[in-house]
């Protein structure tokens, strides 16, 4: 069993980043090179990873490794918006080239954002190596005494999303700031079982009529919901297979809804930008340029209210998978 499990997984990470970052420096164009492969993935790896060891040691030295790689993810994300709906408006028939043209150009922009950001950042440098020789000077707990801080670490973050949720921290008043960010938060419970390299593990339990609703073919054979193997790990830590997946099924269903909505503002936004029309028009024209909109703003925010109910309420997801992890630390001092 290895030593220093955390390190390990840091470690794993970021030789697949090394590796993404060597194939970006060696390109014609870095930034593209780079937003084209799968970093995306890996930055939010150890985004989370940076995330959980704040909160058990290094808190400072943890912090500034959560900053370096979500402003790094972040920028990635801008390109991806603005590519994402160039590539899908673009291709209408009836889409105002002009505004197509609008995405275009901001597309273009935040990829040289990418590039100066490799650049000034050095991370197509000494980036990697001096984030490893940080790393190897933290104070790394044992594996067990690791296992139980996670575990820890999780459910204390669940409790703090209900808590939001019940007195109205947490609301979808909001599209952005409501929706995404509900999404956002429990989607790192998510995002923690697939970086902590197979520590969490999913268990078969009695729940799955109970949250039947949740278990699709699509959740159910989703490579999210497949855990890295435990093979170098003495012990795991445990969770239910059927929330697991109930959460998985929520993130999905809020991303799809977010997506709708955030293509409407982005069309709106467009819109003001180039002054395409008045500004009390915008809104009635964008909705008429995406005839496959299936929802609106305000049908995705009463929707989100009526499932994040379901989910926390009436089925206890989170409470379930704090549950779990709770066991894991309950005999400790």
Known sequence: MTKNTGLTRFTNQLNSLKNLLSLAKEAQNPALTFYSSNARQILFYLEALSRIYKEIHNEKLFKGFKNDFKSLEDQLG????????????????????????????????????????????????????EINEELIKADWLSPDDDRKAVAKTIAKEIKSIEKDYKTGELNFKDLEHGVH???????????????????????????????????????????????????NLTETINISQAAFYALSWMIAKSGDLKDEGLKLICVEECMKAINFLPELEIEAKAKRLLPDLKVTPKEIKAEMK?????????????????DDLKAVYKDQN
Do not use: C
């Not at 509900?182 to 109970?210: E, H, V």
């Not at 073919?217 to 490579?223: C, H, L, Q, V, Y």
């Open 78 to 129: 801008k390109i991806d918006y603005f590519d994402a709906y160039y590539k899908e408006l673009a291709v209408l028939p009836s889409f105002p080239k002009k505004i197509s043209e609008h995405l275009r150009v901001n597309y273009q922009q935040e990829l040289q954002k990418l590039g100066n950001l490799l650049v000034a950042n050095r991370w197509l440098d000494n980036k990697l190596v």
């Open 181 to 231: 960010e509900f999404r956002r938060q429990i989607r790192w419970i998510s995002i923690y079982a697939q970086a902590l390299d197979g520590l969490i593990q999913l268990k078969p339990d009695d729940l799955s009529q109970k949250l039947s609703v949740y278990l699709t073919k699509d959740i159910i054979e989703s490579k999210f919901n497949v855990m890295p193997s435990s093979k």
């Open 306 to 322: 009526v499932l994040a109910d379901q989910f926390l309420t009436q089925h206890r997801v989170l409470d379930i998978l704090r």
